[in-house]
């Protein structure tokens, strides 16, 4: 019998210590007051999805704002509800600075077997930059905690082309990456979001260029390190890839959990409130807290399809291009067994060469 396909569930903790300035996610700062509010309200939310026949999930993705930030015991109760499968991959996003030992434990037994750091950089001038407050040796304390309490499935996100970032800064903080030995890595161009404080500031806007070198080294010391690319920004210890990516990045069927949560099943999606007062009012008054929603006809969904599928090493049939496009971009795209996958050269223009699918 053939295994049921996989079925995501994201749920979102809108909730940070500090606003980053070129952060543009659901979040806030000043709001801890309704976390215990909040946190019933999303056990609420999931328990009538139970009730409405929802199926186990194969992954669960815990993210945010800062999922670290509310208190450990109350978050992995408010999630006890998700039915799931024994194999589900269960991740949650921690910022370094929180983390302690009692911390990875709760998680762990409560189901918890993937974390997520968000690292950003191993350089102190790097961060500064990037606003962040934690120190580098956090992070290092944190995967020993983590590894301490069992969960040794970790990734670590790291961002590149920030400003006053030198290629010898980006190689310092890949390599420091590296000496943890993560079994996944996820690296990010910095990425200028509009109505962020950082998209105010053009004299620290990434430079394509600098961030292109970057995208490069990044990928030679991953690669030589063992790991694979297996999405245009991700790496992983083969085996290791990320079961709740590759839902999204294949059109799959998730539900999304909190405010300004995403979901998508059968080709409708829709999302929720944005702001977590919002969440919990609706939620209150026994209403469903989504906000919006749209269903895509059947060639919009096709594209999308593409474009997901082309980022990773899946590629796309050949006949999603032109002859003379393939032609056109042979050093972009190469073709094997009737699909064509991006080059890493291709990686680098992900975008544009997307435009280009029929
Ligand atoms: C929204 S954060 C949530 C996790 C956690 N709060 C943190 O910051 O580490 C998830 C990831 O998104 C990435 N990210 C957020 N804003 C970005 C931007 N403007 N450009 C590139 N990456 C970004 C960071 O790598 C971060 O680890
Ligand atoms: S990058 Fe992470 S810590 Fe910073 S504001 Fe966004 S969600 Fe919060």
């Given at each position: ?41 999303l056990a609420t939310e999931i328990t009538r999805s139970v ?27 408010a999630l006890?509800g998700i ?174 959990f ?101």
């Amino acid at each position: 019998m053939e295994a049921p396909a996989d079925f995501g569930v994201y749920v979102h903790i809108p909730f940070c210590r500090h606003r980053c300035d070129y952060c543009a996610f659901a979040t806030f700062t000043d709001r801890d007051d309704v976390i215990p509010a909040y946190l019933n309200a999303l056990a609420t939310e999931i328990t009538r999805s139970v009730e409405c026949g929802m199926p186990r999930a194969t992954s669960i993705f815990v993210g945010g704002g800062t999922p670290t930030r509310v208190p450990p015991d109350s978050l992995m109760h408010a999630l006890t509800g998700i039915p799931r499968t024994d194999d589900c991959e269960f991740t949650v996003e921690c910022n370094p600075d929180d983390v302690t030992t009692e911390m990875m434990r709760v998680f762990a037994d409560g189901g918890v077997n993937r974390v997520s750091v968000g690292v950003q950089s191993m350089q102190d001038h790097v961060l500064t930059s990037l606003g962040r407050t934690h120190d580098p040796a956090n992070v290092v304390r944190a995967m020993t905690f983590a590894r301490d309490a069992g969960l040794h499935d970790i990734n670590l996100d790291i961002i590149y082309g920030v400003h006053g970032e030198s290629l010898d800064d980006w190689r310092r903080t890949v390599i420091a990456t590296l000496e943890l030995q993560p079994t996944h890595v996820s690296a990010y161009g910095l990425t200028v979001e509009a109505g962020t404080p950082l998209a105010d500031d053009p004299a620290r806007h990434p430079d394509d260029d600098v961030q292109a070198e970057m995208y490069e080294l990044v990928d030679d010391l991953l690669t030589a390190a063992g790991m694979a690319n297996y999405e245009v920004s991700n790496w992983s210890v083969p085996g290791h890839e990320c079961r709740h990516n590759r839902v999204y990045w294949s059109q799959g069927d998730y539900l999304g959990f909190g405010s300004a949560a995403h979901s998508h099943r059968a080709g409708r999606r829709w999302w929720n409130v944005r702001t977590p007062e919002r969440f919990i009012e609706a939620i209150g008054e026994g209403r469903s807290a989504e906000s919006a929603g749209e269903t895509l006809d059947a060639d919009a969904r096709r594209i999308e399809g593409l474009q997901l599928s082309l980022r990773t090493t899946a590629g796309v049939p050949v006949e999603s291009f032109d002859a003379d496009d393939l032609m056109m971009m042979n050093d972009l795209l190469s073709v094997d067994g009737g699909r064509a996958r991006l080059t890493r050269a291709g990686r680098l223009l992900a975008n544009e060469v997307a435009l280009r699918l029929k």
